[in-house]
């Protein structure tokens, strides 16, 4: 019996994580559930022994995802301070996030899917939006919170928006300029009073 629960809790982790990543690749609607149940190695029938509902599913990958890309946050911000935020400028900003959604930032790659989708789902999201302002607040360490979380929300969406519209472009070049030019931007805020 406890083999069994083991089995049953390693098979439902690498469904979640399986879906997490093709989520961030293929939109929410962009993967079935026999699709990722087979790449878990495991038959489509055996989904609702793991979840209620498609909707369960979504829900709990988006929130995983959502920590994948929260434990980058942090263990980048500990650095503190400009050398903090120029790192998570240039790592989120670059080509390599750009080129690996299944790999990135659930916040940039999940936007329009989350917009839709339950109200679990969506209170992850905004939970996570809020820990990333908090994070770049705190890097900001002013005299002034209020600045400090209007830089914060400066930077999240045009790191956000920019990798979107990196991925999105059809032109290499214009995508690489996006990315880079965002990057410069960022970096010529005000540093920390």
């Given at each position: 019996m406890?083999?069994?629960?083991?089995?049953?809790?390693a098979?439902?982790a690498?469904?979640?994580?399986?879906?997490?990543?093709?989520?961030?690749?293929?939109?929410?609607n962009g993967?079935?559930?026999?699709?990722l149940?087979?790449e878990?190695?495991?038959?489509?029938?055996?989904?609702?022994?793991?979840?209620?509902?498609?909707?369960?599913l979504?829900?709990?990958?988006?929130?995983?995802?959502?920590e994948?890309?929260?434990?980058?946050?942090?263990?980048?911000?500990?650095?503190?301070?400009?050398?903090?935020?120029?790192?998570?400028?240039?790592?989120y900003l670059?080509?390599?996030?750009?080129?690996?959604?299944?790999?990135?930032?659930?916040?940039?790659?999940?936007?329009?899917?989350?917009?839709?989708?339950?109200?679990?789902?969506?209170?992850?999201y905004?939970?996570?939006?809020?820990?990333?302002?908090?994070?770049?607040?705190?890097?900001?360490?002013g005299?002034d919170?209020a600045?400090?979380?209007?830089?914060?929300f400066?930077?999240?969406?045009?790191?956000?928006?920019a990798i979107?519209?990196?991925?999105?472009?059809?032109?290499?070049?214009?995508?690489?300029?996006?990315?880079?030019?965002?990057?410069?931007?960022?970096?010529?805020?005000?540093?920390?009073?």
């Open positions: 406890v083999s069994s629960q083991a089995d049953k809790a098979s439902h690498r469904i979640v994580d399986r879906a997490a990543a093709r989520f961030r690749r293929d939109g929410v993967v079935g559930v026999a699709e149940m087979k878990a190695g495991l038959t489509h029938g055996g989904f609702y022994r793991h979840f209620a509902s498609r909707d369960d979504v829900a709990e990958a988006v929130e995983h995802a959502l994948q890309g929260n434990q980058w946050f942090l263990t980048t911000a500990a650095r503190g301070g400009q050398q903090a935020f120029t790192t998570i400028v240039d790592d670059s080509t390599a996030h750009r080129d690996a959604p299944q790999d990135g930032c659930a916040v940039a790659a999940l936007p329009q899917d989350v917009s839709r989708a339950d109200d679990r789902t969506r209170a992850a905004g939970r996570q939006v809020e820990s990333y302002l908090s994070i770049l607040a705190g890097l900001a360490s005299d919170p600045a400090d979380r209007r830089q914060a400066l930077a999240l969406s045009a790191m956000v928006g979107a519209m990196a991925r999105a472009v059809g032109d290499p070049e214009l995508s690489t300029e996006i990315l880079a030019e965002t990057a410069a931007a960022l970096k010529e805020l005000p540093e920390p009073r």
